[in-house]
């Protein structure tokens, strides 16, 4: 199945009530990880790719060749968004260039009208080459590729304002955070939820920081409007400890056990079931 563009996708969870999850890719490991778990459990998938995991698998074509590849050799079937994370500018159309089918413009650092003016323009280029857009405002806490946010909450107007733009899908922050979230954390804004849901009316909204938020909030935050959670950290935590431990029991020392394909198979596998344990709570299985 080729690549998809997220819209249709997002706006079926959004009147299903359930999520579909956007797990960010760093390597062939993490990208077969995820499509065969997509696809075992027949749930749609959005693959996040920031500019930094970009730029770490030799640029943005490599990405889409390798991501087109492993669908066809995988014999994937369920719906396939390659997306990119947090876009500049720049990065956008380098994306738009290399083939992905979805791509996000993070212009919440900019002033509010220099945001609608390369959004709207953003808008009208993906409209034309069927590509679904994700916009933001308020930004993430947390630093994603040298973008800090401390987690401040969105204007549901400027939320309006974006929205009514004609983006496929907006990311509202709510108090939310990239990475690790701090033991004084408070938690969601359900209220800043509820008030940009009323103003952008059907919009799919986009929960970053997924990893850590605990699971009635998640639930919460999708009876609100939420369509699509993006993980990542979680990912890279549960892969790390899987390969620390195979490690640590000697099990490299261990005949071949230093063949890659041996030792990274421990941490590809625990990304499988953080995949299927985040598709559960998301509500997203049997969706595709």
Same mark, same amino acid.
Request: net charge negative.
């Given at each position: 199945?080729?690549?998809?563009?997220?819209?249709?996708?997002?706006?079926?969870?959004?009147?299903?009530?359930? /999520?579909?999850?956007?797990? =960010?890719? =760093?390597?062939? @490991?993490?990208?077969?990880? &995820?499509?065969?778990? /997509?696809?075992?459990?027949?749930?749609?998938? &959005?693959?996040?790719?920031?500019?930094?995991? *970009?730029?770490?698998?030799?640029?943005?074509?490599?990405?889409?060749?390798?991501?087109?590849?492993?669908?066809? !050799?995988?014999?994937?079937?369920?719906?396939?968004? %390659?997306?990119?994370?947090?876009?500049?500018?720049?990065?956008?159309?380098?994306?738009?260039?290399?083939?992905?089918?979805? &791509?996000?413009?993070?212009?919440?650092?900019?002033?509010? !009208? @220099?945001?609608?003016?390369?959004?709207?323009?953003?808008?009208?280029?993906?409209?034309?080459?069927?590509?679904?857009?994700?916009?933001?405002? *308020?930004?993430?806490?947390?630093?994603?590729?040298?973008?800090?946010?401390?987690? @401040?909450?969105?204007?549901?107007?400027?939320?309006?304002?974006?929205?009514?733009?004609?983006?496929?899908?907006?990311?509202?922050?709510?108090?939310? &955070?990239?990475?690790?979230?701090?033991? =004084?954390?408070? *938690?969601?804004?359900?209220?800043? %939820?509820?008030?940009?849901?009323?103003?952008? $009316?059907?919009?799919?909204?986009?929960?970053?920081?997924?990893? $850590?938020?605990?699971?009635?909030?998640?639930?919460?935050?999708?009876?609100?409007?939420?369509?699509?959670?993006?993980?990542?950290?979680?990912?890279?935590?549960? #892969?790390? @400890?899987?390969?620390?431990?195979?490690?640590?029991? $000697?099990?490299? %020392?261990?005949?071949?056990?230093?063949?890659?394909?041996?030792?990274?198979?421990?941490?590809?596998?625990?990304?499988?079931?953080?995949?299927?344990?985040?598709?559960?709570? #998301? *509500?997203?299985?049997?969706?595709?």
């Amino acid at each position: 199945m080729a690549l998809v563009s997220a819209k249709e996708m997002l706006e079926k969870a959004r009147a299903g009530k359930y /999520a579909v999850g956007q797990f =960010n890719i =760093n390597n062939l @490991e993490w990208t077969k990880s &995820i499509l065969q778990t /997509a696809q075992e459990l027949q749930a749609p998938v &959005i693959l996040g790719v920031s500019e930094g995991a *970009g730029k770490y698998m030799c640029g943005f074509k490599t990405v889409t060749n390798m991501v087109k590849a492993m669908i066809e !050799e995988l014999n994937i079937t369920v719906p396939v968004a %390659l997306h990119l994370d947090h876009g500049s500018y720049e990065g956008c159309y380098k994306c738009i260039e290399a083939g992905f089918s979805s &791509i996000m413009f993070d212009g919440s650092h900019f002033p509010i !009208e @220099e945001n609608v003016a390369k959004t709207t323009e953003l808008v009208n280029v993906c409209r034309e080459k069927g590509l679904s857009l994700e916009a933001e405002v *308020g930004s993430i806490g947390g630093e994603e590729d040298g973008v800090v946010g401390a987690g @401040e909450c969105a204007d549901p107007e400027e939320c309006k304002k974006i929205a009514d733009l004609g983006v496929d899908m907006l990311a509202a922050g709510i108090g939310n &955070i990239h990475g690790k979230y701090p033991a =004084n954390w408070k *938690g969601l804004s359900f209220e800043t %939820l509820a008030a940009v849901n009323e103003k952008v $009316g059907e919009m799919p909204l986009v929960l970053h920081g997924g990893t $850590g938020i605990p699971t009635d909030m998640i639930k919460k935050a999708i009876s609100l409007g939420v369509a699509k959670i993006n993980v990542n950290t979680e990912c890279q935590l549960a #892969f790390a @400890e899987a390969t620390r431990k195979y490690v640590e029991e $000697g099990k490299d %020392l261990q005949g071949k056990g230093f063949d890659p394909r041996k030792l990274l198979a421990p941490g590809a596998a625990a990304i499988k079931a953080t995949v299927k344990e985040k598709m559960e709570i #998301f *509500g997203c299985i049997g969706k595709a």
